[in-house]
């Protein structure tokens, strides 16, 4: 039986499934301050988008995180651009100490391995400034008695990458294949104590009380008055943005941080241990049963949290490279973009077998039998992005264990509830800021490392060197939040998608439906999951370019990046993804027209409804 809770949030979703935004540049969802996805409503204006258009730029209030800097964290930079850096350095704000090293040398060994485009003397100009915030006055400070974000931490440390303006681009590229930078609410909480910090020190420290300290601005009546409404003011809007975020959810208390992430580890541990189909089971791993729990050896312990998907993937990488340093990696089946580039870009290079194929396959086992090369991992997604093909994982696995390479597995589109893929992986990788989180308002991501592999303990091992929470505690609250119903909300969109893409399927407008229910079939199927489905994803390849466009214009539905939203959200994915190499995507099938279709919590008539509306005008 479903919670009140779960009742009263589904009903708000179904209703808020119906609030489209067709406004250019607009948030998704609309008028909220952490929003990950950004409208995009024409094909025209993705296009726009690529090539830096500047009136399409200026339009855009947010944007995927990764790919945008978020307005709160642009203005962190701008904070600290003009704290530390000189007139010709930029500047970018990292959570961690590692963070802004591993950036660094990002950089320097990207400029120097690129003489021809940058200034090689650039490389030894890259420094790093580090930054102590703490609210004063934390016992009295009107901040602490309005702010609950205030009693979070009473310190953090920013660290501050400084670079020559010339190398911005290659900065960017840490930051956006990575996944290492900070959070929006992180940055918010950073420029809120500061601002506080400069209040108090107004109202508490100016220096002409010296004299006559009674006084003195901060004393007379008139100045506490009037910081007073100024604090409330700055009180109000943060508790106005918290209470627009939580709507019909209930967060914990912000100071119950710490006990929301183990939360998290046991959900994603009792959602992979136990095989219930109900949000009450996927709660806690207290639900699921410790019998289960200790049958597969798996608890929140192999559960690791990072701030986003790809910050995930790029901390499997960093570990597979500590466990087998100076060998390349394969790339197994066409993936999401940044996943390639991080292995092209970073370490030894890669083995890319685009077309995810048993040929591939075969192409491989040729190549390590042949002792020409030796492999550190192999990296796949379940299934893949945007084709959604199924990669053949025992074979993978067999392969693994015959020549000595780790499997790290990203199942974000299967999801762990729909699919079981731990038992072929030494980790698996997840972003639960798709259906996990479901609400586009929050980045978060996940590593699971299998008990039961054989290099167990060498992971464990290297993540118990290298792992460091980065987590920002706003963001676990909200993630907490968040994925309470993701199984109900997980067997619903699977059950509407399933119905709208066979109806795509068979429409004649409609050249191919790219779904794990048509495409690689036997191979999906046979790692679901009890109760489990074929996710909300598919992609959509229309008869020619003109049709997609117009049928794309005339869609009433959101329209930006991202997936597995509670909303259905359309994009012209290759244009977004690979805009700058679209002839190299379509030599693996990834046509420039394709549609990646990520379907919601709507009323299944009503979408269908929409999508046969569009089609018309295909």
Same mark, same amino acid.
């Given at each position: 039986?479903?919670?009140?809770?779960?009742?009263?949030?589904?009903?708000?979703?179904?209703?808020?499934?119906? @609030?489209?935004?067709?406004?250019?540049?607009?948030?998704? =969802?609309?008028?909220?301050?952490?929003?990950?996805?950004?409208?995009?409503?024409?094909?025209?204006?993705?296009?726009?988008?690529?090539?830096?258009?500047?009136?399409? @730029?200026?339009?855009?209030?947010?944007?995927?995180?990764?790919?945008?800097?978020?307005?709160?964290?642009?203005?962190?930079?701008?904070?600290?651009?003009?704290?530390?850096?000189?007139?010709?350095?930029?500047? @970018?704000?990292? *959570?961690?100490?590692?963070?802004?090293?591993?950036?660094?040398?990002?950089?320097?060994?990207? &400029?120097? $391995?690129?003489?021809?485009?940058?200034?090689?003397? @650039?490389?030894?100009?890259?420094?790093?400034?580090?930054?102590?915030?703490?609210?004063?006055?934390?016992? &009295?400070?009107?901040?602490?008695?309005?702010? =609950?974000?205030?009693?979070?931490?009473?310190?953090?440390?920013?660290?501050?990458?400084?670079?020559?303006?010339?190398?911005?681009?290659?900065?960017?590229?840490?930051?956006?294949?990575?996944?290492?930078?900070?959070?929006?609410?992180?940055?918010?909480?950073?420029?809120?104590?500061?601002?506080?910090?400069?209040?108090?020190?107004?109202?508490?420290?100016?220096?002409?009380?010296?004299? #006559?300290?009674?006084?003195?601005?901060?004393?007379?009546?008139?100045?506490?008055?009037?910081?007073?409404?100024?604090?409330?003011?700055?009180?109000?809007?943060?508790?106005?943005?918290?209470?627009?975020?939580?709507?019909?959810?209930?967060?914990?208390?912000?100071?119950?941080?710490?006990? $929301?992430?183990?939360?998290?580890?046991?959900?994603?541990?009792?959602?992979?241990?136990?095989?219930?189909?109900?949000?009450?089971?996927?709660?806690?791993?207290?639900?699921?049963?410790?019998?289960?729990?200790?049958?597969? +050896? %798996?608890?929140?312990?192999?559960?690791?949290?990072?701030?986003?998907?790809?910050?995930?993937?790029?901390?499997?990488?960093?570990?597979? /490279?500590?466990?087998? =340093?100076?060998?390349?990696?394969?790339?197994?089946?066409?993936?999401?973009?940044?996943?390639?580039?991080?292995?092209?870009?970073?370490?030894?290079?890669?083995?890319?077998?685009?077309?995810?194929?048993?040929?591939?396959?075969?192409?491989?086992?040729?190549?390590?039998?042949?002792?020409?090369?030796?492999?550190?991992?192999?990296?796949?997604?379940? *299934?893949?992005?945007?084709?959604?093909?199924?990669?053949?994982?025992?074979?993978?696995?067999?392969?693994?264990?015959?020549? #000595?390479? %780790?499997?790290?597995?990203?199942?974000?589109?299967?999801?762990?509830?729909?699919?079981?893929?731990?038992?072929?992986?030494?980790?698996?990788?997840?972003?639960?800021?798709?259906?996990?989180?479901?609400?586009?308002?929050?980045?978060?991501?996940?590593?699971?490392?299998? =008990?039961?592999?054989?290099?167990?303990?060498? &992971?464990?091992?290297?993540?118990?060197?290298?792992?460091?929470?980065?987590?920002?505690?706003?963001?676990?609250?909200?993630?907490?939040?968040?994925?309470?119903?993701?199984?109900?909300?997980?067997?619903?969109?699977?059950?509407?998608?399933?119905?709208?893409?066979?109806?795509?399927?068979?429409?004649?407008?409609?050249?191919?439906?790219?779904? *794990?229910?048509?495409?690689?079939?036997?191979?999906?199927?046979?790692?679901?999951?009890?109760?489990?489905?074929?996710?909300?994803?598919?992609?959509?390849?229309?008869?020619?370019?003109?049709?997609?466009?117009?049928?794309?214009?005339?869609?009433?539905?959101?329209?930006? *990046?991202? %997936?597995?939203?509670?909303?259905?959200?359309?994009?012209?994915?290759?244009?977004?993804?690979?805009?700058?190499?679209?002839?190299?995507?379509? /030599?693996? +099938?990834?046509?420039?027209?394709?549609?990646?279709?990520?379907?919601?919590?709507?009323?299944? #008539?009503?979408?269908?409804?929409?999508?046969?509306?569009?089609?018309?005008?295909?």
């Amino acid at each position: 039986m479903e919670s009140y809770y779960s009742q009263s949030r589904n009903l708000f979703l179904n209703d808020a499934a119906g @609030m489209v935004s067709q406004a250019l540049g607009e948030t998704i =969802p609309a008028h909220n301050e952490h929003a990950v996805s950004v409208c995009l409503p024409t094909w025209d204006a993705n296009v726009k988008y690529e090539e830096g258009d500047a009136a399409t @730029m200026s339009a855009l209030k947010g944007g995927y995180p990764r790919f945008m800097f978020h307005p709160l964290v642009k203005q962190l930079f701008d904070h600290f651009e003009r704290k530390f850096a000189r007139s010709d350095e930029g500047c @970018m704000v990292f *959570p961690s100490s590692r963070a802004a090293s591993e950036a660094r040398e990002f950089m320097k060994t990207f &400029i120097l $391995a690129h003489p021809e485009t940058y200034d090689v003397s @650039m490389a030894t100009r890259i420094r790093i400034a580090e930054f102590a915030i703490q609210p004063i006055f934390q016992d &009295i400070s009107l901040a602490a008695a309005t702010d =609950p974000s205030t009693h979070l931490q009473r310190t953090i440390f920013v660290h501050s990458l400084l670079y020559p303006t010339p190398a911005r681009a290659v900065a960017k590229m840490f930051w956006q294949h990575c996944g290492e930078g900070i959070s929006s609410r992180f940055a918010g909480y950073c420029l809120r104590v500061m601002g506080f910090n400069r209040q108090s020190r107004v109202d508490f420290f100016n220096t002409s009380a010296i004299g #006559d300290r009674f006084a003195a601005p901060g004393y007379r009546i008139q100045d506490q008055s009037e910081a007073l409404r100024n604090a409330n003011q700055t009180a109000e809007n943060a508790a106005s943005n918290l209470f627009l975020e939580e709507r019909f959810g209930r967060n914990m208390d912000l100071t119950f941080a710490p006990q $929301a992430k183990v939360m998290l580890r046991q959900r994603i541990a009792g959602v992979l241990a136990d095989n219930s189909d109900t949000d009450e089971a996927a709660a806690s791993s207290a639900h699921a049963t410790v019998e289960s729990l200790r049958e597969k +050896g %798996l608890d929140e312990s192999h559960v690791l949290l990072f701030p986003c998907g790809m910050s995930a993937i790029y901390n499997a990488f960093r570990v597979v /490279r500590r466990i087998k =340093p100076g060998l390349k990696t394969v790339q197994f089946g066409f993936p999401y973009t940044d996943t390639l580039k991080i292995q092209e870009k970073i370490g030894a290079g890669c083995i890319f077998l685009g077309n995810g194929s048993k040929s591939d396959l075969d192409h491989l086992e040729s190549l390590l039998t042949s002792g020409k090369e030796k492999v550190a991992a192999l990296f796949c997604e379940f *299934p893949s992005n945007p084709l959604l093909k199924s990669a053949d994982l025992r074979r993978i696995r067999s392969l693994a264990t015959k020549f #000595d390479f %780790l499997v790290v597995v990203d199942e974000t589109i299967g999801n762990f509830y729909n699919v079981d893929v731990l038992p072929c992986a030494d980790i698996v990788v997840s972003s639960l800021t798709k259906i996990f989180s479901g609400d586009c308002n929050v980045m978060g991501g996940s590593a699971v490392m299998n =008990p039961m592999s054989p290099k167990f303990r060498e &992971i464990k091992e290297a993540f118990d060197v290298l792992y460091e929470d980065n987590v920002w505690e706003e963001d676990a609250i909200f993630l907490e939040r968040n994925s309470r119903n993701f199984v109900s909300r997980t067997m619903k969109i699977n059950a509407t998608a399933a119905k709208v893409a066979s109806f795509l399927h068979n429409h004649p407008k409609v050249e191919q439906v790219h779904y *794990p229910l048509f495409s690689d079939h036997e191979i999906y199927s046979s790692y679901l999951r009890p109760g489990g489905g074929y996710g909300g994803l598919f992609s959509v390849i229309l008869k020619d370019e003109g049709s997609a466009k117009r049928f794309y214009d005339n869609i009433d539905a959101d329209k930006g *990046p991202s %997936l597995g939203t509670n909303f259905t959200l359309i994009s012209p994915y290759v244009i977004l993804a690979h805009y700058t190499e679209l002839d190299w995507a379509e /030599r693996f +099938g990834v046509a420039r027209r394709l549609l990646r279709v990520s379907v919601g919590l709507e009323n299944e #008539d009503a979408l269908l409804k929409k999508f046969s509306d569009a089609l018309e005008f295909a």
